[in-house]
């Protein structure tokens, strides 16, 4: 059974990200809207910096702490384009969210793998 599900699998990553694609293209970006703004500190600066305190806080060290953090810090999936766009709402925001992360993370990858030898 697995096997006969394995194509399907391999295509689901490509396709999400084409649906994503469309959904941007679809849609003006938003950049100075709110939701989008504080979606992307959010994604960007909250989350990371909050994954970094609770590890700091618990003690956590070592390989895979680093790459918790480190995965803290990349960008909005695009599970939650096709969640807006299946349910109508907030279509052009979550594209411009993801979009932006997906840019701001060129900064915040490289800081958090930099921050990381602090853990």
């Known amino acids: 059974m697995s096997t006969a599900l394995n194509p399907l699998a391999v295509s689901a990553a490509g396709v999400a990200i084409f649906a994503s694609g469309l959904v941007l293209a679809a849609h003006k970006i938003k950049l100075m809207s709110s939701t ?15 994954f970094f305190a609770m590890m700091k806080v618990a003690g956590l060290s070592g390989a895979v702490a680093h790459a918790a953090f480190v995965a803290s810090t990349m960008p909005t999936g695009t599970p ?4 807006a766009q299946q349910y109508k709402s907030c279509e052009a925001e979550t594209a411009s969210i993801m979009l932006i992360t997906t840019l701001g993370m060129l900064v915040a990858l490289p800081a958090s793998i930099a921050l990381s030898v602090y853990l």
């Open 36 to 50: 989008v703004i504080v979606g992307s500190l959010v994604s960007l600066v909250v989350q990371p910096a909050l």
């Open 80 to 83: 939650s384009v096709l969640f």
